[in-house]
């Protein structure tokens, strides 16, 4: 499914990314791992190559435009660049957007706007060149529903969404196609963080998971196989999309 390719994918230290990771790497790509998680995406890459996968592991800020630049370039000339995965991104405590600080505030923003902007901008040129690639920005439900107390966190997904549209648009000449993916509620790290800044964390969670038509979180294997579909040429004709992942909830 992903023979011979190159897939660059940011956040992949854990949770979505790491299984991203993992599961391109079986469908046969060369996978560069990045994360400013050092020790957690090496782990990671060594875990794959373990198995017989092709995987590097690189240190990375994504709020970095120009360490940015810099690894994308590396890498497509070492390896090529057929795909890169903006999944790198952060949540905040719960909190009304009147009470929210402006240092929260701010940090989100950052990496979750600056950071799919940065990949983008980077990978971009290369694929654009070249005529083929396939870019996956990770959005969130929130981009697509009203999630309270999560502000911040849903107008830097919202962005994602909007912005995933522009450069499907202006790539498409170029053979270069956009998608996001928007989870639900998934049970990794950022899931978590959003559950325990509750009053009563399991109940938060009991609470959530009614939420859902299929009455559970998602997992971050489900996530990661809409991932590698995305970045797939079985998805050739598929570019723009904000493909929903969230167990029928934002339809409930």
């Known amino acids: 499914m992903l023979d011979n390719k190159t897939v660059f994918i940011t956040g992949a230290g854990g949770g979505i990314g790491s299984e991203t990771a993992r599961q391109c790497a079986d469908a046969g790509a060369r996978v560069v791992l990045t994360d400013v998680d050092n020790d ?36 497509a000339e070492e390896y090529g660049l057929d795909v890169i995965v903006n999944n790198a991104g952060i949540g905040h405590d719960a909190a009304y957007t009147e009470d929210l600080p402006e240092d929260a505030r701010d940090r989100v ?7 799919v902007w940065n990949g983008c901008q980077a990978a971009l040129p290369i694929m654009k060149e070249q005529g083929h690639g396939s870019i996956i920005n990770v959005a969130s439900l929130a981009a697509i529903v009203g999630l309270p107390k999560q502000a911040v ?46 009053d009563d964390p399991q109940k938060a969670r009991e609470r959530s998971k009614r939420a859902y038509p299929l009455r559970r979180l998602g997992d971050a294997e489900e996530v990661a196989a809409a991932i590698r579909f995305l970045a797939s040429d079985e998805s050739s004709y598929i570019t723009g999309n904000a493909l929903r992942i969230d167990g029928g909830y934002s339809v409930a």
């Open 40 to 75: 957690g995406v090496e782990s990671v890459a060594e875990s794959i190559r373990e198995t017989g996968g092709n995987a590097v592991a690189h240190d990375l800020d994504v709020t970095n435009n120009e360490q940015f630049e810099d690894l994308v370039a590396v890498t």
């Open 109 to 115: 923003m950052s990496v979750n706007i600056n950071g």
């Open 153 to 198: 966190y849903s107008l830097t997904k919202g962005a994602i969404v909007s912005f995933t549209r522009a450069v499907a648009v202006e790539s498409g000449p170029s053979g270069v196609r956009a998608n996001a993916v928007c989870p639900g509620f998934i049970d990794t790290g950022v899931g978590k963080e959003y559950f325990d800044s509750a």
